[in-house]
């Protein structure tokens, strides 16, 4: 297998101009012949290089409002022929056929058209069939074929050609193959899901995934595991679009709690308006959320429900981090802080902790915005749409005798949509818009209630409460009480309204339960499992 293999004839046909000038002379410094097509052509002459038009090597024009102009065997032949193959080189000299040594193309914009949102046909006409049939056969042939589907490795093609006399080496050849086929197979991906979507198919034969590379990461949730992290194409804002102001580069588990934080109090955002709130996770669940007047109130009521637990935490908000919530989180040890912006006085303050993460978004993200969710088993992987379910006040189903009072009402929403970002079993305990216990993860509804209670009793003790946080709290469960044991104990907590999807054989026990002591209980008819 050949090592060094010399460049005498390229074709560059590329959707993205970006550095395409700098490449082309370069390899024409290099006396590298130049081939290409329509847009790219009429860009390389007009900066004065000499280029053939692809259709003097096919014999055809471009045809078809250039959907045919590279699927013809004087390209394909040109890319695939072996060149240490004697038979295929007599076919070459019977047929006229020149070899292709570097094949530079990258696609037609299918992805950003599906993401501003263009119609069908529009999608449709950036389906790329010449430049994935292209880059698919030079990467086959990388034993004597270079090929480059992306502008970020021009660079690096020069700088072989320059360390090398004019040639590039078999493992350069090998990485860019590596890449040509991840980008086509990332394309058709792109193409089949939109379709999919497009068809209202929930269940295609075939389903992948893709992504592009945002960053190696140092390992995954453990030292001893590797791991990376890929945005796709959705652009949904978060975490893999915010821009980092400060730091060290953020880890896996950082990545996986922002995200769950970010998400939580976008969702708090679309429930209750305007209002300022705040998200503190802890281990991909919510240790603290409140909804207040100013951002740093909401941090404040936020960060009592579990001091000890938002130590090292990840903080979301859903405004823009002012000066005032700044010099209120930077007073413990916080990982990551994640908002739709910044200000001036928020950065320079923020800057006094070097090891203090701050990432801003252009927005937040649309909790009601449709998707696809994957998680891998032995064998195969499940696949779900993300959880959109969002429960109005008229869509609640009253179920005792006693209906909640407005402000009840306004606490319950509240703690069911916390509960929603809670690992199941999910226990959250709600007073005037902040979160002042939460269980959660576990493996029987009524432990999830008493560590809930715990951390309630945490927080009153801590604050010098009169009374116990729960006292006059709401209690949220993501799914049916099965048996009567956790609403009695939130109501020995002291709580006075319950939000539960409903559903148990026991509901009958449990309503009555809630009526012998008092309490206002609503049914969703919706759940919200998150494991």
């Not at 056929?97 to 529009?122: H, Q, W």
């Not at 148990?504 to 009526?515: G, H, P, Y």
């Amino acid at each position: 297998m050949p090592n060094l293999v010399p460049i005498g004839r390229a074709l560059i046909s590329v959707s993205d101009k970006t550095g395409l000038l700098d490449l082309a002379r370069a390899l024409a410094a290099h006396g590298v012949e130049l081939i290409s097509t329509s847009g790219t052509l009429l860009l390389l002459r007009t900066a004065g290089l000499k280029v053939r038009d692809v259709a003097e090597v096919t014999g055809f024009p471009e045809m078809m409002d250039g959907r045919v102009k590279t699927l013809h065997p004087n390209i394909h032949g040109g890319l695939l022929a072996l060149r240490d193959d004697d038979e295929h080189l007599v076919a070459m000299a019977a047929h006229g056929i020149e070899p292709i040594d570097l094949l530079v193309v990258n696609l037609y914009p299918f992805e950003d058209s599906v993401a501003r949102g263009a119609d069908p046909a529009t999608c449709i006409a950036n389906i790329d069939i010449g430049g994935p049939a292209m880059l698919r056969a030079a990467a086959k042939n990388h034993r004597f074929v270079t090929v480059l589907s992306d502008p970020a490795d021009y660079d690096a093609l020069i700088a072989q050609m320059q360390a090398h006399a004019g040639a590039t080496s078999l493992g350069f050849r090998q990485r860019q193959a590596l890449t040509a086929y991840s980008r086509t197979a990332a394309y058709d991906t792109a193409v089949s899901t939109w379709l999919a979507g497009e068809l209202g198919e929930v269940t295609p034969r075939h389903r992948s995934f893709a992504g592009t590379l945002a960053q190696p990461l140092r390992y995954g949730e453990n030292p001893h595991q590797r791991a990376a992290f890929y945005t796709d194409a959705t652009r949904r804002p978060g975490v893999a679009t915010a821009r980092q102001w400060q730091g060290k580069d953020l880890s896996y588990n950082n990545i996986n709690d922002t995200d769950a934080a970010f998400e939580l109090v976008a969702e708090l955002a679309a429930e209750l308006g305007d209002r300022p709130a705040c998200a503190i996770i802890k281990h991909a669940n919510p240790c603290g959320a409140a909804v207040a007047d100013t951002l740093a109130e909401a941090y404040r009521r936020a960060h009592a429900c579990d001091p000890t637990s938002a130590f090292g935490g990840i903080v979301a908000l859903n405004q823009p981090l002012d000066a005032d919530t700044a010099a209120e989180i930077v007073r413990i040890f916080t990982e990551v802080v994640i908002a739709p912006g910044a200000s001036d006085a928020a950065r320079a303050i923020f800057a006094e902790k070097k090891t203090l993460r701050l990432l801003t978004t252009a927005a937040l993200p649309d909790p009601a915005a449709g998707g696809l969710v994957f998680r891998q088993v032995a064998g195969g992987f499940l696949v779900q749409d993300r959880d959109t379910g969002r429960i109005a006040p008229a869509d609640l189903a009253v179920v005792t005798r006693r209906a909640p009072t407005e402000a009840e009402l306004a606490d319950l929403g509240f703690a069911w949509t916390v509960a929603k970002h809670v690992r199941s079993n999910a226990i959250v305990y709600a007073r005037g818009l902040a979160t002042v216990g939460i269980g959660a993860g576990q493996m029987s509804r009524i432990d999830s209630t008493r560590i809930a209670s715990r951390k309630a009793q945490d927080m009153t003790e801590a604050l010098n409460l009169d009374q116990p946080a729960t006292r006059g709290a709401v209690v949220a469960s993501d799914a049916f009480f099965p048996f009567a044991d956790s609403l009695i104990a939130a109501a020995e907590a002291g709580a006075t309204a319950i939000i539960q999807p409903g559903g148990s054989l026991r509901d009958a026990e449990v309503i009555a339960a809630a009526d012998d002591r008092g309490l206002a209980m609503v049914f969703t008819r919706m759940r919200h499992f998150r494991h």
